[in-house]
């Protein structure tokens, strides 16, 4: 019995995957599983080096923190079971597998979402008003933003949730992808979606295009200072501060728009598939590289950690 007092004749989902591709299957496995291991691996180690140094306890590292958290969170709802359905000649999943997968993977994602736009405000603080940043980004008000970032991401999932157990599945159970995604579930009920898919254009109202404007007005009044400040060095400098986490937005909305407007105007094809895994696997590893390999406060942070090694 699934909620809503409605009984699912569906036990299990069928996941193709890239079952199309079958010569190829073993070198995608040793792919995805390279990535997936190198991103936790770097994600977890960035989280912990900045809660162990006292120079990275700063707004802007705060957040970053909690968006290394999300990546990994976000990457495991998904890539292990694509992992283990890659050599499995049943690639299944079971219906409250499928559902948990989905609501794990929009969790993250909706408060990846939210995450970047407190961002966003966050880098608007420092250089729009860097003499109040210390006091307008302030511990309490900054552990309030990554809260709600996970309360809205955990609440929109909340709603597609109760959508999801008001479908009847019957069959086919066929999900021409590689995990649980929510359009393709809304193509294999057997009743009415309407709901489903009211809610999920609300959802994209409000998590994506919001997001986006207010990202959008905060980094407005960013290049409007910055462009009042008189030296080319001080310019250089506070656009380099914006840098990583412009790239960041720019990939994550980019890849999501372009894999939900493709599977909204037609099917999943291979290459929707494919597309889907940049944001899916690519997107987390690229996070820790992009804010990383030319950070310098991390670098230096790299190098207190090796002394205190040293010291010991």
Same mark, same amino acid.
């Not at 802007?60 to 000649?89: A, E, G, Q, R, W």
């Not at 008003?129 to 909340?158: E, T, V």
């Given at each position: ?52 140094? @006292? ?20 990457? #495991? ?6 992992? @283990?359905?890659?050599? *499995? ?67 929109? @999932? ?72 008189? &030296? ?14 412009? #790239? ?20 999943? &094809? ?5 597309? @889907? ?15 990383? *390999? ?19």
């Amino acid at each position: 019995m699934i909620g809503g007092g409605n009984i699912t004749g569906i036990t299990h989902f069928i996941l193709l995957g890239f079952s199309d591709f079958p010569r190829i299957l073993p070198v995608l496995f040793v792919i995805f599983l390279l990535i997936y291991i190198t991103t936790v691996t770097w994600n977890l180690c960035l989280i912990i080096l900045i809660r162990t140094d @006292s120079h990275l306890h700063t707004p802007m590292y705060f957040f970053l923190s909690n968006l290394f958290f999300i990546d990994i969170c976000y990457v #495991t709802s998904t890539v292990p079971k694509m992992l @283990s359905n890659l050599f *499995l000649k049943q690639q299944t999943i079971t219906f409250v597998g499928c559902i948990v997968q989905y609501f794990i993977f929009s969790t993250m994602g909706l408060s990846d979402s939210c995450l970047l736009t407190a961002m966003a405000y966050d880098r608007y603080a420092a250089i729009c008003k860097p003499l109040l940043y210390s006091s307008i980004m302030s511990p309490s008000l900054c552990g309030r933003m990554a809260l709600g970032a996970y309360m809205a991401g955990l609440s929109g @999932s909340l709603s597609q949730l109760c959508a999801l157990l008001q479908l009847h599945f019957c069959g086919p159970n066929v999900i021409n992808h590689f995990f649980c995604d929510i359009s393709e579930l809304l193509n294999l009920s057997c009743t009415g979606t309407f709901i489903g898919q009211v809610i999920l254009a609300i959802l994209s109202m409000t998590y994506g295009i919001a997001n986006v404007m207010i990202i959008l007005l905060s980094y407005g009044y960013i290049i409007m200072s910055i462009m009042k400040i008189t &030296s080319a060095k001080g310019r250089s400098k506070a656009f380099n501060t914006c840098a990583s986490h412009v #790239t960041t937005v720019s990939l994550f909305y980019t890849s999501v728009i372009y894999v939900y407007l493709s599977s909204s105007s037609g099917g999943s &094809s291979s290459f929707d598939r494919f597309a @889907s895994v940049f944001y899916n696997v690519v997107i987390p590893l690229l996070n820790p590289v992009i804010y990383s *390999l030319r950070n310098r406060e991390i670098k230096d942070a790299l190098m207190r950690l090796q002394k205190k090694r040293g010291h010991c």
